[in-house]
C-alpha cells in the first residue's frame, strides 16, 4: 500500500520543529557566533552622525568610537571622585608658567601669559590594521589616487586588499589639534580652543587662505605656534594664562590621534561620496576597531590585533572590591573579542531581548532604564526600590550612578519681566521657583529618580555640599527633626509675588493678570506641560506653552527672544568650572551672539570677577571660599529654577563582568568581561519552546484530516470500481 503525501509531509514538519531546537534557542537574534571568541551583544537606539573625533559631540556617538580612539589621558576606571591617568601618555603632562616673554615662572604663580603643557608619550603604540598605511615596494602610500575612476573599484574598507600599521607618534596628535582649528571640519571645540590655543585663530585663516576646492589640504605644511614637537614621542601645547582644566580636555577623543595618512586617504576623489570618510569609518589605536558600520541594522566592534600593553585596574574602594569590581585587577585589557550593537527603533522590543539574554545589558549609552522599561524593572519595597521577582530571581546586577549632570527651567534674564536684577524681579523668580515642585516632578515623570538641585553644581564635584550647609535658603528651609530640606510654603510664595509686583497674580497698577510664556520644541498639550502649569496656577500665575521648531527655537534663544525655557547639561569633564561657566556672563547668548553656554543671558560682575578665579584655583579652601560666595549670588539671583541631578540605574545579566558605570567617560568597554558558556547555558533556560500547543494543533489537523482523506481514498476506489466494471 503506498503512504499518502499528506503524511510524509506531517511527519517532516514535525520532525523540523523538534530538531530547530537541538542546537540553541529558537527565538535566538544572534547569528552563531565563533567559538574561539568572546562576544558582547548589546544595543543602540539613536544612531551616531559623526564618527569623526575632531567633530562628534554626543553620548551615542561616543559609546562607539571612545573604545576606538586613544587620547593621551583617560579616567581611572573605579576611583571616585574621578581621577585622570595615562593612557597614551607615558606620564602625568609636565605643567610650565611662562611670562610674556616665554621665561619660566615659579611653579605655583598665580599669574602667567602662558601654561605649557609637555606630554610624552609611551613607545610602541600601533594604529589598527588599516589600508591607509598600507604601501607599495618604493614605500610610497598604495592607495592614493588622482582620479575618480582610480578608486571607483573599492566601496568598502574590506574591498581594500592591503592593509599596514605604524607606530604611534608625536605628530598625529599634533596634526588633530590642527585639524580642530581647521573651520571646514566644524568641531564644537573651536571656538572654546581658540580662546585658549596660541596661534590656532591664525592656523584656521590660513587654512581658509591656501584650501583649493575639491583638493587636500595637508595640514603639515604649515606650523601653528603653540604646538611644538620635541621629539617622535613628545609634544608641547602652548594656552594662555593658567588653565588647569585643559587637563580634562586631554582625556576626550578630540586630542585622540588622527595620523596625516588617514586624511589623505580619506580624501582621495570619489571617496566622500562612497561614505569613505573619517567621519563613518573611524581609525585609532583604542582596543577596538569598527569593522561594520550599518546604522539601521548594526555596528561591530573587534578587538584591535595591535593594541598596546593595558591593564586591568588594581586600586578601588571596599564598595568596589565587594561587588567583585578587582576581581580581574591586572589582567590585560580587553577582556572580549568582538562587540556587536543592535539597532532598535523601540526600548520595549530592546527590554524584551535584554530579558530573554539576547542582549548582555539592557540597553548601551547613558543610561539603560527608561520610563519605558523602568516598571518592568523595579517595584517599591520596604528598603526603597528593588528589583521585580523575575528579574531578582534571574541574579540580574544592578549599578548606579548620580551623573555629573543638571536639568533645569531658565529665565531669560534681558526678559523685561522675568528678567532683571532690582529686587522685585528677585522675588519674582523666587516665588515662580517655590511652586515649582521639583521633587513632585521626579516622582511622576522621572519615577522617582532623581535629587532636587540646589544650586548649579551636582553631586560628586568639588563645591558640591549636601545637607543644611549646601541649602538654597531662598527656596528651602531645614528641617531639623527630620534632617532634610522642605520647600517653603505656598503662602510665602504668594508673599514674594505681591513684593514683586503682583498681589495675587495680578499688576499691582493695571490689574492685569501675569502671564507668562514657556518656549519648548514639544507640544503645548501634554502631561508635563499641564503639571507645570498647575504648578504656576496655585500662586495665579498664567503659564502659556509656545511650540517651535528646534532651529527657531535656538534662534529666539540667540536673539533672547523668550521668557522660560527648558536647559540641561551633563559635564564634559569633572571639575566645578564646568558648571559655574553656565553662568558667566561672556557666555551669553545675546552678548556673544554665538553658541555660548549661558542660556539664561545671566549678567553679574562679582560673579564673573569669582568666576574667573576660580578657573586658575588649584581645589582647596581659597577655591572653595570663592565658589561658595559664587553660590550665595546666583542662589539670591536664581536665574533659574534648579531642577534636579539625574541619578542613572543601569542592569546587566548575570554573566557580564565589571559593570560599574563612569559619569564622565564611555571608554568602559575594555574593561566588560563576559562568560560566554553561562549566557548559553542561561539563554537555553529562559527560552525553552512551549511546544504542546503545536502537537495539538497536528491532533487537531489530523482530526479534520483523517476524515476527508478516507472519504476521498473511497471516492478513489469507486471510481477505479466503476471503471474496470464498464471494461468489462
Known amino acids: 500500500m503506498q503512504q499518502s503525501p499528506t503524511w510524509k509531509w506531517l511527519a517532516i514538519l514535525t520532525a523540523a520543529v523538534l530538531l530547530s531546537g537541538c542546537n540553541g534557542p529558537w527565538n535566538d537574534p544572534n547569528p552563531p557566533t565563533n567559538p574561539e571568541q568572546v562576544t558582547y551583544f548589546g544595543s543602540f537606539i539613536t544612531r551616531p552622525k559623526h564618527l569623526d573625533p575632531v567633530r562628534s559631540y554626543s553620548a ?25 591617568e595615562p593612557a597614551t601618555a607615558a606620564t602625568m603632562p609636565s605643567l610650565e608658567l611662562l611670562n610674556e616673554q616665554l621665561q619660566p615662572l615659579p611653579a605655583g604663580s598665580k599669574e602667567a601669559a602662558f601654561s605649557r603643557i609637555t606630554i610624552r608619550l609611551k613607545p610602541d603604540t600601533r594604529y589598527q590594521p588599516h589600508p591607509a598605511f598600507a604601501k607599495d615596494d618604493s614605500g610610497n602610500p598604495l592607495y592614493v589616487f588622482s582620479t575618480t575612476d582610480e ?117 582621495n576623489p570619489g571617496f566622500p561620496e562612497k561614505n569613505l570618510t573619517l567621519d563613518w569609518n573611524p581609525i585609532g589605536t583604542g582596543p577596538f576597531m569598527m569593522t561594520v558600520n550599518s546604522p539601521n541594522r548594526e555596528i561591530v566592534l573587534e578587538r584591535n590585533p595591535n593594541y598596546r600593553k593595558d591593564f586591568y585596574p588594581s586600586e578601588g574602594s571596599e564598595n568596589d572590591l565587594e561587588r567583585g569590581y578587582l576581581a580581574d585587577a591586572g589582567k590585560p585589557l580587553p577582556f572580549i573579542d568582538k562587540a556587536v550593537y543592535r539597532y532598535e527603533k523601540a526600548a520595549t522590543s530592546m527590554w524584551s531581548k535584554f530579558v530573554q539574554g539576547y542582549y548582555d545589558r539592557s540597553g548601551d549609552g547613558n543610561s539603560n532604564i527608561n520610563s519605558a ?230 549678567d553679574n560682575p562679582e560673579y564673573d570677577r569669582l568666576y574667573d578665579r576660580i578657573k586658575t584655583l588649584p581645589n582647596g579652601p581659597e577655591r572653595l571660599s570663592a565658589i561658595n560666595r559664587m553660590l550665595a549670588i546666583v542662589q539670591k539671583d536664581s536665574p533659574w529654577i534648579w531642577g534636579f541631578n539625574n541619578k542613572e540605574y543601569y542592569l546587566s545579566n548575570q554573566w557580564v563582568y565589571n559593570t560599574k558605570r563612569h559619569g564622565i567617560s564611555q571608554a568602559t568597554l575594555k574593561y566588560l568581561r563576559v562568560d560566554p558558556d553561562l549566557r548559553a547555558q542561561k539563554q537555553k533556560a529562559w527560552n525553552q519552546p512551549v511546544i504542546w500547543p503545536m502537537f495539538a494543533g497536528i491532533g487537531l489537523l489530523l482530526m479534520i484530516l483523517i476524515p476527508g482523506i478516507k472519504a476521498y481514498r473511497q471516492r478513489q476506489k469507486l471510481t477505479i470500481e466503476d471503471q474496470e466494471a464498464v471494461r468489462e
Open 60 to 84: 551615542e556617538e561616543a559609546m562607539f568610537i571612545d573604545q576606538i580612539y586613544d587620547p593621551p589621558l583617560q579616567y581611572h576606571f573605579l576611583k571616585r571622585p574621578y581621577e585622570l
Open 151 to 267: 578608486g571607483a573599484p573599492y566601496k568598502l574598507l574590506a574591498d581594500f586588499p592591503v592593509t599596514g600599521t605604524r607606530n604611534l607618534t608625536a605628530d598625529d596628535y599634533i596634526y588633530q589639534i590642527k585639524r580642530i582649528a581647521d573651520p571646514v571640519n566644524k568641531s564644537p571645540l573651536l571656538g572654546l580652543m581658540s580662546g585658549y590655543i596660541v596661534g590656532m585663530k591664525a592656523f584656521g585663516q590660513w587654512t581658509k587662505n591656501n584650501r583649493q576646492p575639491g583638493e587636500w589640504l595637508d595640514l603639515r605644511q604649515q606650523d601653528m605656534e603653540g604646538l611644538e614637537k620635541i621629539d617622535d614621542l613628545t609634544f608641547a601645547i602652548r594656552i594662555k594664562g593658567i588653565y588647569p582644566q585643559f587637563q580634562y580636555w586631554l582625556a576626550m577623543h578630540f586630542f585622540a590621534p588622527v595620523p596625516w595618512e588617514a586624511d589623505r586617504f580619506y580624501h
Open 373 to 602: 522599561t523602568f516598571d518592568r524593572a523595579f517595584t517599591t519595597g520596604p528598603d526603597g526600590l528593588e528589583l521585580t521577582p523575575e528579574l531578582a530571581s534571574r541574579d540580574i546586577v544592578v549599578d548606579e550612578e548620580v551623573s555629573p549632570s543638571l536639568y533645569y527651567i531658565g529665565f531669560n534674564m534681558v526678559d523685561p519681566v522675568v528678567g532683571g536684577y532690582s529686587e522685585e524681579k528677585r522675588k519674582l523668580r523666587q516665588a515662580i521657583s517655590i511652586v515649582y515642585n521639583d521633587q513632585e516632578y521626579i516622582d511622576i515623570f522621572r519615577n522617582g529618580i532623581g535629587q532636587v538641585a540646589q544650586g548649579p553644581i551636582p553631586p560628586g564635584l568639588f563645591g558640591y555640599t549636601a545637607g543644611k550647609e549646601g541649602l538654597n535658603p531662598y527656596i528651602f528651609d531645614w528641617d531639623e527633626i527630620i534632617q532634610t530640606a522642605r520647600r517653603k510654603p505656598i503662602e510665602y510664595a504668594r508673599k514674594l509675588l505681591a513684593e514683586a509686583g503682583y498681589p495675587n497674580g495680578r499688576h499691582r497698577e493695571t490689574g492685569k493678570p501675569l502671564i507668562l510664556y514657556m518656549d519648548t520644541t514639544a507640544g503645548d498639550s501634554n502631561p508635563r506641560s499641564d503639571w507645570i502649569k498647575k504648578q504656576l496656577a496655585k500662586i495665579n500665575v498664567q503659564l502659556e506653552f509656545r511650540a517651535t521648531d528646534y532651529t527657531r527655537f535656538k534662534e529666539k534663544m540667540r536673539q533672547g527672544n523668550t521668557q522660560m525655557f527648558g536647559w540641561g547639561w551633563l559635564a564634559d569633564y569633572p571639575d566645578p568650572e564646568n558648571f559655574l561657566f553656565l553662568l558667566d556672563s561672556r557666555q551669553g547668548l545675546v552678548k556673544c551672539q554665538c553658541d555660548g553656554s549661558n542660556s539664561t543671558n545671566y
